[in-house]
């Protein structure tokens, strides 16, 4: 793990969220000491959500939101979905949408992988279903009902903390699977600060298309198998499914929201969004090689 790290120091400070005209960057080799470190600002304005999503028109940040996820090494890994067993997550009639990984810079593809009972021969519906945290982590993010990505949890683990076996089955961060820092040409990608530890690395799981806003808070500690909320279809969902994303970025950020496709996203939401999804920050990579 400590190549991963050294490596994606060095790509990470070389990208800047600021459109197709960036200056040219070092390569993705080069060793970075003393990083520097942006600052959030204290406060984000958000789009006024609706009254039944209610939503804080400012984050707050403290010492322990932006804190790593924990101290101690997780001990389990648990099924996102109440009452199917980890072995069952792969199977046909429950997968529906899986990993497919776009070009570096691109939005396209499908960056996590879609759990529902379309086809199931029981026909019962998945909505309302109770999500569970896959992992011990961090509340690192919170969306009230904004595209694509609905009512939406992230939560952080710090890598250091993942049992070996689970580590294990992480993806290699070095120069050939790194993808490579580009302008975004695709998206309208305001360019905003961040804070993160770039001398350290965490897993970021996302559960997207909750039923109901979210009811934790950011920096709340969660347990594997903790209730985070419920199956849905709010944001960009034409059905009840649990979208599942996995990314490895830099300890310590916290989203405030993040939004893109809607004519209400502020800039703050735009720029957050194109941090998560297309910056080469937070690496991508395929949920289910968590799984046994």
């Known amino acids: 793990m400590h190549r991963q790290f050294v490596v994606l120091?060095?790509?990470?400070?070389?990208?800047?969220l600021a459109g197709c005209t960036s200056s040219p960057t070092p390569g993705l080799g080069s060793t970075v000491t003393n990083a520097p470190m942006a600052s959030l600002p204290s406060s984000v304005e958000?789009?006024?959500p609706s009254e039944s999503s209610p939503s804080p028109t400012s984050i707050q940040r403290t010492e322990e939101t932006l804190a790593p996820a924990g101290s101690e090494e997780v001990s389990a890994l648990c099924s996102p979905l109440e009452g199917i067993a980890l072995e069952n997550l792969n199977t046909p009639d429950l997968?529906?949408?899986?990993?497919?990984?776009?070009?570096p810079g691109d939005d396209g593809g499908h960056f996590g992988v879609d759990f529902a009972y379309w086809t199931?021969?029981?026909?019962?519906?998945?909505l309302g279903l109770p999500v569970n945290a896959i992992l011990d982590g961090k509340v690192a993010g919170i969306i009230y009902n904004r595209k694509p990505y609905g009512n939406t949890i992230i939560l952080e683990t710090p890598l250091e903390n993942l049992p070996e076996e689970i580590r294990e089955r992480l993806p290699e961060l070095n120069a050939q699977t790194v993808p490579t820092p580009i302008p975004p040409c695709s998206l309208s990608c305001p360019s905003i600060p961040f804070q993160g530890n770039f001398s350290s690395l965490s897993l970021y799981h996302l559960y997207?298309?909750?039923?109901k806003p979210p009811s934790?808070?950011?920096g709340e500690s969660v347990n594997c198998g903790t209730e985070i909320g419920e199956v849905g279809s709010t944001g960009n969902s034409v059905n009840a499914h649990l979208h599942l994303e996995t990314r490895l970025g830099p300890s310590g950020v916290v989203f405030p929201s993040m939004a893109h496709y809607d004519n209400s996203a502020s800039p703050e939401e735009m720029g957050?969004?194109?941090?998560?999804r297309i910056s080469g920050f937070f690496q991508a990579f395929d949920p289910m090689i968590l799984f046994p």
């Open 46 to 48: 958000v789009s006024t």
């Open 120 to 126: 199931s021969p029981e026909g019962k519906p998945m």
């Open 208 to 211: 997207a298309h909750l039923n």
């Open 9 to 16: 120091a060095g790509w990470m400070l070389v990208f800047l």
């Open 216 to 218: 934790l808070t950011l």
């Open 95 to 103: 997968l529906k949408t899986p990993f497919q990984a776009p070009p």
């Open 272 to 276: 957050w969004y194109c941090l998560w």
